[in-house]
């Protein structure tokens, strides 16, 4: 069976790339460009139309005779009424094509290549490599000979993934500045050609971020910065995602940058691999996409594939939503977590009910195919020993729960032309009302509710718990819907919603929620919070006050490390855009901007700007305030009155008893 490992839309054809032997063959197949038209829609010119059965808004597709004709409609077409655009000329193709990128390859069979740029912002010093055939190599000395032995490696190895990891901002930008200024042709594209650029955005979470694209034709270029942030958004325990950072929290080894990557593409790009198998999209966009958006270009694709017509979406309504809810604050010891597993997913399956416009049924049979697959990853995942293995596994389980808990989502998604408001609420009332039968049956059975989130539990065990409880809470599921006891901890401590601490039996302490260890508090603030974390769970309330006055002497004294009263923040924009904002009065000032555009130094979207204050008052306005850590030159010109009120601030919102003895 075909297996394409890239396409590419040219020339009024999409072409297929294909492994063959160590290199790769292309397939053509015609294309036309198309958009989507009500009944009444009309389109200039002499275009071909073929009529889509159903009663879908949508209900013609209009076929273009050149990419020329195409372009040139375009921007007048996005104007009119009852036209549908897919903006993408890649995931027009592969809608109306019955091939996905992947398809029955599994992960191992991906070539990839890591590198890695090294120079001074003018010019290159070194490029290193690794793939995944195990070969390293680094290419040192002159540079125009470095960037051609890059290029050659490339050629050579014919990777169908180049990574890098921060490299849309620094690496790739750099390198292809360099080869022009050298008048060296890059020629890493396996049509023979060097890279493109465009500027894009992405969302990772409640965060935007603009960064320069880059492709090469018949590869995917992939930055893992940006699995790392959508990773993070996901899980929100990172400490940070710098390298460093990452190879301590996956126990990555040691190695090279390259050979440090490739350890980190084994753990994050398995989930975005098998999630374009299914999705009519290249791979790069398969990763950056919104999930919504991404079910949206499935659930289209799966229609028009039935040449059938697609409906216009629901107007946007409010619904109430999932229980979210703190019962008890406090330290808790004997806690479990009780999860069901994939209740939305698993609530619409037992609804056995498409959303209302959705003719075909396409919508519960996808999510069937997805929900067996995730199940599946993380079942595996809990036989495996520690390590890279189940890493990928629960890497892959993660993102295709949040793909399939996206159906539900897609339900409430204002572009989605499948949205189902009243099918939405039925899932959420329906979800509600078990969660809160299992709260009742713990509590009729002595445990304590500690904390409850949409499909999950924390609960302190009731003396004498011989698995009654277990039996009684299975009692209550209905058909089709499955508990599963998934943790269990020495202690919790919880502060408020969603913002917990969690002892495991083997000592490591687990924080949850931006109170406890939001990367926007300064670091000696998530130290301390920690500390008294740690001696609430450990039953050393005497811990907190020690580093209570441990950080306020350190502050007083200026003997503290600056990198711990700095705050960090990433630019999602670029300053200049910031700029051009506030001069149109649609922004407000924001210190790391401000401080960006006063160094003189070449701020892009992504970087992170990392401050303190300055001045002598504990109640100062942060713009005009702080400055840039990387500006201070030994002085210590710290806001000692600004940090010790957020020491104070600290200590009572934790309510630390004791700290004014000494």
């Known amino acids: 069976m075909r297996s394409a490992v890239a396409a590419e839309v040219a020339g009024g054809m999409v072409e297929f790339y294909f492994h063959e032997g160590d290199g790769f063959r292309v397939e053509k197949e015609a294309f036309s460009p198309f958009v989507l038209l009500s009944a009444d829609a009309g389109i200039p010119g002499d275009i071909r139309i073929e009529t889509l059965s159903g009663g879908g808004f949508f209900c013609r597709m209009a076929f273009f005779a050149s990419f020329e004709e195409y372009n040139e409609l375009l921007p007048q077409l996005k104007k009119l009424p009852g036209v549908m655009v897919f903006n993408s000329l890649l995931q027009q193709a592969l809608t109306v094509s019955n091939c996905r ?52 490696v490339v050629t050579a190895f014919d990777p169908d993934v180049l990574t890098g990891f921060n490299c849309c901002r620094e690496d790739l930008p750099l390198l292809t500045r360099r080869a022009k200024k050298l008048k060296i042709a890059l020629e890493c594209g396996r049509d023979g050609r060097g890279f493109t650029t465009k500027q894009s955005r992405y969302s990772a979470g409640e965060k935007q971020y603009s960064y320069q694209r880059f492709s090469l034709a018949g590869r995917h270029v992939v930055d893992l910065l940006h699995l790392v942030q959508l990773y993070d958004a996901a899980h929100r325990d990172l400490e940070d995602h710098d390298l460093i950072s990452l190879q301590k929290y996956f126990a ?20 975005y691999f098998y999630r374009t198998r299914s999705l009519p999209l290249g791979f790069q966009e398969s990763i950056l996409r919104g999930s919504g958006s991404a079910l949206d270009a499935l659930l289209c694709a799966e229609y028009l594939r039935l040449r059938r017509a697609i409906p216009l979406p ?5 619904y109430a939503g999932a229980i979210s809810s703190m019962e008890k604050a406090g330290v808790f010891h004997r ?17 056995k009910e498409n959303p209302c416009r959705d003719e075909a049924g396409i919508f519960l049979k996808k999510l069937d195919e997805l929900r067996t697959f995730r199940l599946r990853a993380k079942d595996q995942a809990k036989t495996l020993p520690p390590g890279s293995a ?19 989502g897609y339900l409430g998604f204002a572009q989605g032309a499948f949205n189902d408001y009243t099918l939405a609420e039925k ?35 009731p003396e004498n718990d011989n698995n009654a409880l277990d039996d009684a809470l299975n009692a209550v599921l209905p058909p089709g819907i499955e508990l599963e006891f998934d943790a269990e901890y020495s202690a919790m401590y919880s502060y408020k ?68 009263l700095a705050k960090s923040e990433i630019l999602s924009d670029s300053p200049e855009n910031y700029r051009k904002k506030l001069a149109s009065g649609k922004g407000r000032r ?17 970087d992170k700007v990392r401050f303190y204050m300055t001045g002598t008052k504990a109640k100062l306005p942060v713009v005009g305030n702080c400055r840039l850590l990387a500006d201070n030159q030994g002085e210590r010109d710290e806001n000692t009155a600004w940090y010790l009120a957020k020491l104070d601030e600290i200590a009572g919102n934790f309510a630390v008893a004791g700290i004014q003895e000494q």
Request: glycine share 6%; with cysteine.
């Open 101 to 152: 990128l992947f398809e029955n390859m599994e992960f191992d069979s991906l070539r990839q290549m890591q590198f890695a740029v090294t120079g001074d912002g003018e010019k290159i010093t070194a490029v290193k490599i690794a793939d995944t055939s195990g070969k390293t190599e680094e290419f040192t000395g002159d540079e125009a000979q470095i960037i051609r032995s890059f290029s050659q």
């Open 427 to 461: 899932v959420t009332a329906a979800g509600r009302n078990l969660l809160n039968k299992l709260i009742s049956t713990l509590l009729e059975n002595n445990a304590v509710v500690i904390e409850a989130d949409t499909d999950g539990i924390y609960f302190q065990i």
């Open 335 to 351: 806690v479990r977590h009780c999860d069901v597993r994939s209740l939305y997913p698993s609530l619409l399956l037992s609804f």
């Open 314 to 318: 629901e107007s946007p309504r409010p």
């Open 390 to 408: 189940r890493q990928q596994l629960e890497s892959l389980q993660s993102s295709f729960k949040i793909l399939i808990n996206s159906f539900y």
């Open 497 to 564: 919603a969603k913002n917990y601490a969690l002892l495991s039996p083997d000592g490591t302490i687990h924080l949850t929620g931006a109170a406890l260890k939001s990367r926007s508090l300064e670091g000696f603030q998530r130290k301390f919070i920690f500390d008294i974390a740690s001696g609430f769970l450990h039953n050393d309330p005497e811990r907190a006050v020690r580093s209570y006055h441990f950080w306020k002497n350190a502050i007083s004294n200026h003997t503290v490390a600056l990198e711990d």
């Open 252 to 271: 990555l080894p040691g190695g090279s940058v390259p050979e440090i990557l490739r350890e980190l593409s084994k753990i994050l790009l398995p989930a």
């Open 590 to 606: 924001s210190a790391p901007y401000e401080l960006a555009l006063a160094s003189g130094r070449e701020f892009k979207a992504g």
